[in-house]
């Protein structure tokens, strides 16, 4: 059974920085493209960056580029997202999910929360 | 940018109901690469469809998905209550991969 499990979430002033972290397991983590997503409070669900199965290639939403960083450990099954000079409307649940190369997202995490404020 | 617009935004209904949902692309999508997946409050999204027309894993026969290019539906033929939610569609054939805004199912 895929799993997707983030931690690193919490409260941080505006222009902070965070790691998020995305642990995986139960898949072949090395072949699957992954993505983050992120969903405001009380709003849609916004695509955030996706990195291919080897790092090789990263996109993000024009949002954040320049000020986050989508990474991958395939030794440890994990990836990350660097979140720098946060601001208030970054705060949202962002979730880890496989998939999203010429492909659907068909695994989610459950998702943590990242709230901007002073 | 691909910009996705989904109608309605809300749509008050029934169970045992047929509902189809819209979702029209900016642009023409390259492969049909389109998905639809369903929030129930406080759940992380679910892939219902992939590539505009493939039920995913565990998805029943009840759902459907049809379009090709710019205008894609999702069809429920019989509204269950764990139907009642939010779905988005979201395209993957060319970055960003941008979703729609969502529409809302309540029960009436």
Not at chain 1, 26 to 50: C, D, H, I
Not at chain 2, 66 to 84: A, C, M, Q, V, Y
Request: proline share 4%.
């Amino acid at each position: 059974e895929v799993h997707l499990l983030e931690s690193g979430g919490g409260l941080v002033q505006p222009g902070g920085s965070l790691r998020l972290s995305c642990a995986a397991s139960g898949f072949t983590f090395s072949n699957y493209a992954m993505t983050w997503v992120r969903q405001a409070p009380g709003k849609g669900l916004e695509w955030v960056s996706l990195i291919r199965n080897d790092g090789g290639d990263t996109f993000y939403a024009d949002s954040v580029k320049g000020r986050f960083t989508n990474s991958r450990d395939n030794s440890k099954n994990t990836l990350f997202l660097q979140l720098n000079s946060l601001r208030v409307d970054d705060t949202a649940v962002y979730y880890c999910a496989r998939g999203g190369w010429a492909s659907s997202i068909d695994s989610w995490g459950q998702g943590t929360l990242v709230i901007v404020s002073s | 940018e691909i910009v996705l617009t989904q109608s309605p935004g809300t749509l008050s209904l029934s169970p045992g109901e047929r509902v189809t949902l819209s979702c029209r692309a900016s642009i023409r999508l390259s492969g049909d690469h389109l998905a639809w997946y369903r929030q129930q409050p406080g759940q992380a999204p679910r892939l219902v469809i992939s590539d505009a027309s493939n039920r995913a894993n565990g998805i029943p026969d009840r759902f459907s998905g049809s379009g090709s290019g710019t205008d894609f539906s999702l069809t429920i033929s019989r509204l269950e209550p764990e139907d009642f939610a939010v779905y988005y569609c979201q395209q993957y054939g060319s970055a960003p991969y941008t979703f729609g805004q969502g529409t809302k199912l309540e029960i009436k």
